[in-house]
C-alpha cells in the first residue's frame, strides 16, 4: 500500500508564504498539483526519485520550492510570494516509474489540502 498524507495547507494574505507537507509511505518520484474551482488540475512541481531534481510550472517559478527529506520519505513544496490566482486545493502524488508533468503517470494521490490567498 502506498499511502500519502498531506498537512500544511490554510489562508494567507496575498505576499505571504506557506509550506506543505507530504509523508510518503516509500520513496518515488513525486509531484504536486492543484485544482481551483472550474478549471482543470494542473502541474505546479515535481522531484525525481533518485537524484532529487527539480522542475516546476512556469506560473510558479522563483516562487515555489519542491524538496526532499530521504530519511522521513517525505516531500514539501515551500510557497512564497503566493497570490489569489494560486487559491487551489493542492495534491501530492506518487509515481511508481519516472516524475511527470501529466497527472494521468501518477499513481498515487493524497486527500488535498486547501489554500486560500487572500487579497
Known amino acids: 500500500q502506498v499511502q500519502l498524507v498531506e498537512s500544511g495547507g490554510g489562508l494567507v494574505q496575498a505576499g505571504g508564504s506557506l509550506r506543505l507537507s507530504c509523508a510518503a509511505s516509500g520513496r518515488y518520484a513525486m509531484g504536486w498539483f492543484r485544482q481551483a474551482p472550474g478549471k482543470e488540475r494542473e502541474f505546479v512541481a515535481g522531484i525525481t526519485r533518485s537524484r532529487s531534481s527539480t522542475y516546476y510550472a512556469d506560473s510558479v517559478k522563483g516562487r515555489f520550492t519542491i524538496s526532499r527529506d530521504i530519511a522521513k520519505n517525505t516531500v514539501y513544496l515551500q510557497m512564497t510570494s503566493l497570490k489569489p490566482e494560486d487559491t487551489a486545493v493542492y495534491y501530492c502524488?506518487?509515481?511508481?516509474?519516472?516524475?511527470?508533468?501529466?497527472?494521468?503517470?501518477?499513481?498515487?494521490w493524497g486527500q488535498g489540502t486547501q489554500v486560500t490567498v487572500s487579497s
Open positions: 502524488a506518487a509515481s511508481n516509474g519516472a516524475s511527470s508533468t501529466y497527472s494521468y503517470d501518477y499513481a498515487y
